[in-house]
């Protein structure tokens, strides 16, 4: 059967690159473009069986991490790799820190990322060359609240995303075409889970999964 990878950018230009680099790594793959968090979940529930996700961080519908996290908590069985223009050791660290089976630059040549997609199929977890070492001296950031995270359903991990959105529950009652009495309850739940007991405190805590520039400084460090 014909491996299925799923390439989740919002830019098609370097869809297009990273499908070119399927194609390479494994040539008969298929592949599902998706451009925000919210197509991602529908074509990972459309397709269960898929062998690899392709993910960038910044997509429409993604707080930083928050995409890497849910996908590692209701799909544990399903590698992600880090697609992402920051090329911050932090970043490749909170990234396998939080589960993802590799981590690939935006700038990589089109025979790296190739070469990527093919160790991580094979079971590996790729970065950069060099790079291993330099993130293992970094601090780690798991963090309680990403357990907390991992652990939405997929409905309930949509609800908050739109909450941090600033959307109203009518409008979210709206989008996700079931009633107000719904989401109140997909609210009340996810508010448990997460351990707050407001929308403001539920927008902050989320807050912790964006990818803060401050956390970097020892990027250049050799």
């Known amino acids: 059967m014909a491996q299925q990878i799923i390439i989740a950018d919002d830019h098609p230009l370097f869809r297009a690159a990273l499908k070119q680099a399927v194609n390479q790594a494994v040539p008969d793959a298929k592949t599902v473009e998706v451009e925000s968090i919210k197509a991602l979940q529908a074509a990972v529930e459309a397709h269960p069986d898929a062998d690899l996700v392709l993910l960038d961080l910044n997509m429409p519908g993604a707080h930083g991490f928050s995409g890497l996290v849910f996908m590692r908590g209701q799909y544990p069985g399903l590698p992600v790799v880090v697609v992402s223009?920051?090329?911050?050791?932090?970043?490749m660290r909170r990234s396998i820190d939080y589960g993802a089976s590799g981590f690939i630059p935006k700038s990589a040549p089109l025979p790296t990322i190739t070469q990527a997609i093919q160790d991580v199929l094979g079971g590996d977890v790729w970065l950069p060359a060099g790079v291993a070492?330099?993130?293992e001296r970094l601090h780690g950031d798991t963090t309680d609240f990403s357990d907390k995270l991992a652990s939405l359903t997929?409905?309930?991990f949509r609800v908050l995303g739109m909450l941090a959105?600033?959307?109203?529950n009518k409008q979210i009652a709206y989008d996700l075409d079931?009633?107000?009495?719904?989401?109140k309850a997909h609210i009340t739940a996810v508010f448990r889970k997460l351990g707050v007991r407001n929308r403001t405190q539920a927008v902050i805590a989320i807050q912790q999964m964006e990818i803060d520039p401050s956390d970097t400084s020892l990027s250049g460090s050799q």
């Not at 959105?165 to 109203?168: N, V």
Request: hydrophobic fraction near 35%.
């Open 85 to 91: 223009g920051s090329e911050e050791l932090q970043v």
């Open 133 to 135: 070492d330099k993130i």
């Open 154 to 156: 997929p409905q309930q």
């Open 165 to 168: 959105e600033g959307l109203l």
């Open 178 to 183: 079931v009633s107000e009495a719904t989401i």
